[in-house]
T-cell receptor, first 114, second 116 residues
Framework: DQQVKQNSPSLSVQEGRISILNCDYT??????FLWYKKYPAEGPTFLIS?????DKNEDGRFTVFLNKSAKHLSLHIVPSQPGDSAVYFC?????????????FGKGTKLSVKP | EADIYQTPRYLVIGTGKKITLECSQT?????MYWYQQDPGMELHLIHY???????EKGDLSSESTVSRIRTEHFPLTLESARPSHTSQYLC???????????????FGPGTRLTVL
């Protein structure tokens, strides 16, 4: 059973607009969440993270929102750029559970059109 | 900039061959990981290590084995490759015991393995 779910396999947005990528989780023990970006034939690169004690974390064009009651987080990219086109993975960990190993979602492929 | 390396980047090999995928990191990280990933699927943890002489199996059962004789080196071995082993293999590392920030994992570029 998937503990981290990214229900949209793909998303297409226009350059300059907002991209919103969603992630749901089922394990209430998760207390740390991360977003990774992956280009084809490369390894994932860390983008942004959020602790469960916060509901928002911002880094430049990237903002992650956490709604613990809904067990939902989202990544906002504003403004979207063609270089943002990649697969985005949501990941979660429970501190103390296997010492913080990450559980990944299946990813959402973002296409930003010029 | 993360310094974690994997070789080879691509490998095409016949059934029954023994292969070793190399992974090295220069960040002095204690914890290292191996993931397996297929297109459109999540990354599945197959092995991890807390440090030298430590190896643990991950969530996904794998016929591969790993060793950790040096902090910076975490090779993965398949004794007899099969077509079902065709996948992308990703190595990662992170600090351990450094608080919440230690959960950020840094990934290598991956090895795309094809077994004919």
């Amino acid at each position: 059973d998937q503990q981290v779910k990214q229900n949209s396999p793909s998303l297409s947005v226009q350059e300059g607009r907002i991209s919103i990528l969603n992630c749901d989780y089922t394990n209430s023990m998760f207390d740390y969440f991360l977003w990774y970006k992956k280009y084809p034939a490369e390894g994932p690169t860390f983008l942004i993270s959020i602790s469960s004690i916060k509901d928002k974390n911002e880094d430049g064009r990237f903002t992650v929102f956490l709604n613990k009651s809904a067990k939902h987080l989202s990544l906002h990219i504003v403004p979207s750029q063609p270089g943002d086109s990649a697969v985005y993975f949501c990941a979660a960990s429970a501190y103390g559970g296997s010492q913080g190993n990450l559980i990944f979602g299946k990813g959402t492929k973002l296409s930003v059109k010029p | 900039e993360a310094d974690i390396y994997q070789t080879p980047r691509y490998l095409v090999i016949g059934t029954g061959k023994k292969i070793t995928l190399e992974c090295s990191q220069t960040m002095g990280h204690d914890k290292m990981y191996w993931y397996q990933q297929d297109p459109g699927m999540e990354l599945h943890l197959i092995h991890y290590s807390y440090g030298v002489n430590s190896t643990e199996k991950g969530d996904l059962s794998s016929e591969s084995t790993v060793s950790r004789i040096r902090t910076e080196h975490f090779p993965l071995t398949l004794e007899s490759a099969r077509p079902s082993h065709t996948s992308q293999y990703l190595c990662a590392s992170s600090e351990y015991g450094q608080g919440r920030q230690g959960n950020e994992q840094f990934f290598g570029p991956g090895t795309r393995l094809t077994v004919l």
